[in-house]
């Protein structure tokens, strides 16, 4: 119990020194680290902990982004489902909840190493759906190393359920959900995800605020911003992976 408290609080005020949650988002993850750790076990932690650490490295690859320091929505839209798995695990004792949790965290992984990784790629990403292509960075796009990143990406958390229960099959289910998240991800943030465009610099942005003035709705959904996206595409793999678990 003592660990179990001590370890998340070690991540959260590691967070704090890099500065790159705000106050609100860093209090909320050091709760749902708390939850995940005292009732999903060590092993379970050890896996939001390199998401955790593999997000903030990933940000400094991605130059595209006009603002860097996650906030509540973001830890909520990452986390959220993925607690929710170790919570009914907690209470059902079932252990499809607990392989559940490493396909959920696979996902979010997935779609951050590749949104990031992926953007290095030297040809340029494509729309999924006109095979057009698109500038860098833009979301929904997707490459060939992006997709390739995703798939390691459900391998790396993959591994890590491994130390917990080695089971090779599950091993496979949390890859290929790692890699499925990342793809749903795109997909919707091709279809739905609001764009908007700066009336003063013309630029096409994710913001509804650009060089401090209202930006205009050109795509997509207001009410679709990124956190939505990913919310959905946790729970896109929280339901797939449970019908295939059960
Ligand atoms: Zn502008």
Not at 49 to 59: A, N, R
Request: aromatic letters at 12%.
């Amino acid at each position: 119990m003592f660990l179990s408290v001590l370890f998340p609080s070690i991540l959260a005020l590691f967070a704090l020194y890099k500065n790159k949650i705000t106050n609100s988002g860093i209090i909320l993850s050091w709760l749902l680290g708390i939850i995940i750790c005292c009732l999903g076990g060590y092993t379970a932690f050890l896996a939001l902990t390199i998401v955790f650490i593999l997000t903030i490295l990933s940000d400094k690859i991605k130059s595209t982004r006009d603002d860097k320091t996650r906030n509540i929505m973001q830890i909520i839209s990452n986390v959220l489902t993925a607690s929710i798995c170790i919570v009914l695990f907690y209470f059902t004792s079932n252990n499809i909840f607990y392989i559940m949790y490493y396909c959920v965290i696979a996902g979010s992984l997935s779609d951050t190493l590749a949104s990031s990784i992926g953007t290095l790629s030297k040809s340029k990403p494509i729309n999924i759906f006109t095979l057009k292509k698109l500038k860098i960075g833009e979301s929904g796009g997707v490459s060939l190393l992006g997709l390739f990143i995703s798939l390691v990406g459900g391998m790396v958390m993959g591994s890590i359920y491994l130390i917990a229960q080695f089971n090779l099959m599950n091993f496979i289910i949390i890859s290929v959900m790692g890699f499925l998240g990342s793809v749903f991800d795109s997909v919707i943030g091709t279809l739905f995800e609001a764009k908007y465009k700066c009336l003063k610099c013309h630029k096409k942005t994710n913001n509804k605020i650009h060089c401090m003035k209202k930006t205009k709705l050109i795509k997509g959904y207001s009410f679709i911003d990124n956190n939505m996206v990913n919310l959905l595409s946790n729970i896109f793999v929280f339901l797939i992976s449970y019908f295939i678990l059960k």
